[in-house]
């Protein structure tokens, strides 16, 4: 049983604390580095509560009741420690915000759930592992941030051009295919739709990108392109797809 007078037992809970703190300031870190809303505090205080939920989880079932038959009386060590699996998911999603065309925040709030892990592991004293997983994804996240950088993304739109002739619409079918500077584009689909009454053309090309980075910035660059080579065309409207 442990005694409340036990000083073995308090520096036992703030080592692992300790490590706790040292492995949420070091995810925390990266995360202030790259501008990031939950940073190094927030890290931190996640893994030293799942930490110290953890141990408590442990420590609870030693505990010494004072009242008859408290002796008798069994807990359950893994009922905190599933708590804050699933608790640490409500943090996580409020770091999650749509901002136009892009989502961000999915990195930050799977950082929280990681410091949570590594606090737990700190609380059933495997710091050896914990701070081995810390170093780890720090590395991991420092390679990806740099891959993400060098690689080309799919971003697939539709553009619905409406011009007066077909040929229009196949010379701007050849266009978007093109060479540009600052993108690749190829064309999935072409569907053109002639209304003789208004004599107009309407294109719908469903096109995919391939830029550094997921948005839309090069999509609206390829529409005033249009416009500048094409002066006949009526309307260019954008939508993003997926």
Known sequence: MYELQDWGLYFEILKRLLFAAICG???????????????LRTHMLV???SAMFTFLSLL??????PFPGAENLRGDVGRIAAQIVSGIGFLGAGTIVKEGFTIKGLTTAACLWFSAAVGMACGVNQIMIALTMTG???ILVFIGKWYEKKMNRIFPFQLNIIGESS???HEIYKFIKGDHQYA????ATLNITVNHEAKLVT?????????????????FKLIQDINEHYPKIRLV??????
């Open 167 to 169: 040929e229009d619409m």
């Open 203 to 219: 294109g719908d090309f469903y096109v995919e990108g391939r830029f550094h980075e997921s948005n839309a910035e090069h999509a």
């Open 237 to 242: 409207s954008f939508k993003r797809n997926g």
């Open 60 to 65: 609870i079932p030693s505990c010494a009741l």
């Open 25 to 39: 300031v070091m995810i925390g870190w990266e995360r202030d580095l790259h501008g990031r809303s939950a940073g």
């Open 136 to 138: 780890g994804e720090l």
């Open 184 to 187: 690749h584009f190829s064309v």
């Open 47 to 49: 893994a030293l509560g």
